[in-house]
């Protein structure tokens, strides 16, 4: 039989067997319905194509090729006045395969214009593919880029280049040394487990280090490398970091991260994307320098109970410093919900999240994410209200957005009474997507569940509700925030989940939950606790192809809920990725 090419979420797809096919489909068909980040299609699920190869259901301001798939984001820096956007894309289809590097850039991170591949499949170090990694600035303003290639042997091997002309702010064309691969999969490493090579950094004795994303012995792993000229690399004797919780590490970042104000408070990140899950997990803790460890704060052995960058459809996420505004710059990829068959009719599949600025909470306990100040910048018709009263069972129309399929909104929700709470069971913790489907927005509670309905048709038949719901937990409250498209499109056969997870918010001071949502057609970006929280939802209503598209806030609780303030724009559209040739 001839190997066939299968779509993929992988930073870094590996060829598989026919057997492993068979397994991959009995392990993750269920009821007719497959996690978009976990699916494998043999054969076209839809048998005819209808709505979702409409137009309405590509984004405004999101980021995403004019055609083709697309997955992780790569590489991204800013360099000489620009910033740069590489991604993992097929030139060829909208379904996983030969992949090379796509290439943008931009001046507000929001508004890009797309350049030639950076990328292609050209040697033998690369041949089968020009997988993930990371883009770092040696001194001085010297840009290289080291990337995984799959080799003419389907092993996974790291791969350097060089921009050709460095006086070229757009960086329009790059180069590989005849010396690829730099590193091999040798000794215990899986040829086929070995891959998304992490920005470097320098240490005390000036040597470079940067980290692999790999499995050691059923072991997920930061594999550590070190370098004096960037090129000739020695593995260190031990991991930056691994544990016995979780298989292969993909797409691994590494940084410091300072809370707002003095900044005194630093810790350091690793980040990991679990393929068992097809999610985005960090640690905080402190990197010890002097035997080039990373120790977290808390050791935990079971990846459930792991801090999520995102509760939603996230993963692969990549960020750099962005040098101009002082900040760490977030992104992350979001594919699709629908079918393989369905991305093929409508020839595109996969966008990327609204860069996100993160930093550390003052409290020194968790990340805080929030879209990047620049995405205001398309705001138009402000709509502001405040002082609403959400009874039991209210559902509240915002009429003033005449059109909610391409919006911003903002609002803050003022609790009267924690007193009707209900109990929280500690096992939730461990399932909290679970707990959103079990206990859904339409089910009545103590103090909620209670939030916004987005993307909702006429009659609410459509509708994705994100919404939070409080629970006590001995002498402290617990936030459950959840994200649920199961009634997001009357479409079959998509994937449409409830997400969910808690948030670190103290409820018993503030009072207030604040929520924040990114509208953007196919595409709902939730912020909930001033960034405490994330969850990014990937729905297609029905109701965006036949006519409108409403917002409204409801409440299911027991107790009063008090909308202090509410605030939505319509969102004009960005810019992206329009045929404009720059030539160095």
Not at 236 to 250: F, I, N, Q, T, V
Not at 460 to 482: D, G, I, P
Not at 554 to 571: D, R
Request: net charge negative; proline share 6%; hydrophobic share 35%.
């Amino acid at each position: 039989m001839a190997p066939l090419d299968l779509p993929s979420s992988r930073c870094a797809a590996v060829v598989v067997s026919f057997v492993f096919l068979f397994l991959y489909f009995s392990l993750f068909f269920e009821n007719g319905e497959v996690e978009a980040n976990q699916r494998v299609f043999l054969y076209p699920q839809s048998p005819k194509v209808n709505s979702i190869v409409s137009k309405q259901y590509r984004t405004a301001y999101h980021f995403q090729p004019p055609k083709n798939w697309i997955n992780d984001p790569n590489g991204p820096m800013y360099y000489k006045g620009i910033y740069h956007l590489f991604y993992q894309y097929n030139p060829n289809g909208s379904l996983w395969g030969d992949i090379i590097w796509g290439h943008s850039v931009s001046t507000d991170l929001i508004n890009w214009i797309r350049l030639e591949p950076a990328l292609d499949r050209t040697t033998p170090s690369d041949n089968n593919g020009c997988w993930s990694g990371s883009a770092t600035i040696l001194a001085p303003d010297s840009p290289v880029i080291l990337y995984t290639g799959s080799d003419s042997s389907n092993r996974q091997v790291q791969n350097i280049a060089f921009p050709v002309n460095l006086t070229d702010p757009y960086l329009t064309k790059w180069t590989k040394p005849a010396y690829n691969p730099l590193i091999e999969p040798v000794g215990d490493l899986n040829s086929s487990e070995f891959r998304d090579p992490t920005t470097g950094w320098v240490g005390k004795d000036n040597l470079w280090r940067i980290a692999i994303g790999a499995e050691l012995q059923g072991k997920g792993a930061a594999i550590l490398y070190k370098s004096k000229d960037f090129v000739h690399w020695v593995r260190a004797k031990d991991p930056l970091h691994s544990s016995s919780a979780s298989g292969m590490w993909e797409c691994p970042d590494f940084y410091p991260a300072v809370a707002e104000g003095d900044g005194s408070e630093t810790k350091y990140v690793l980040k990991m994307s679990l393929t068992e899950t097809g999610m985005d997990y960090y640690m905080l803790g402190k990197y010890e320098e002097d035997r080039d460890a990373f120790v977290p704060d808390n050791v935990v052995d079971d990846y459930r109970l792991w801090a999520r960058i995102d509760f939603g459809k996230f993963y692969a996420s990549k960020s750099f410093f962005d040098p101009q505004k002082h900040r760490r710059v977030l992104y992350g990829w979001s594919s699709e919900s629908d079918s393989a068959s369905d991305d093929v009719a409508k020839g595109w599949a996969g966008i990327h999240t609204i860069p996100r600025t993160i930093w550390l909470d003052n409290s020194g306990k968790q990340l805080l994410q929030w879209p990047i100040e620049e995405v205001e910048s398309l705001r138009k018709d402000e709509v502001h209200l405040q002082d609403i009263d959400l009874n039991t069972g209210a559902v509240f129309e915002v009429k003033e957005l005449k059109e909610a399929s391409q919006a911003d909104v903002e609002a803050e929700f003022e609790l009267y009474n924690l007193e009707r709470a209900e109990p929280l069971d500690p096992n939730w913790l461990l399932d909290p997507q679970k707990l959103c489907e079990e206990q859904s927005a339409s089910a009545p509670g103590g103090v909620g569940p209670f939030g916004l309905l987005l993307l909702a048709s006429d009659d609410l038949v459509e509708h994705t509700a994100v919404y939070f719901k409080v629970y006590r937990s001995q002498n402290s409250y617990m936030v459950l925030m959840c994200s649920d498209q199961r009634r997001s499109s009357s479409r079959p056969g998509l994937y449409k989940p409830a997400y969910g997870g808690f948030l670190d918010v103290d409820l018993q001071k503030e009072r207030k939950i604040s929520l924040r949502t990114l509208i953007d057609h196919s595409v709902i970006e939730s912020f909930g606790g001033g960034g405490r929280g994330c969850i990014t939802a990937r729905v297609y209503p029905e109701a965006l192809c036949t006519g409108s598209t409403y917002l409204h806030a409801f409440n299911n609780g027991s107790t009063t809920v008090k909308i202090s303030t509410l605030k939505a724009w319509k969102m004009r559209r960005a810019k992206i990725n329009e045929n404009i040739s720059i030539r160095s």
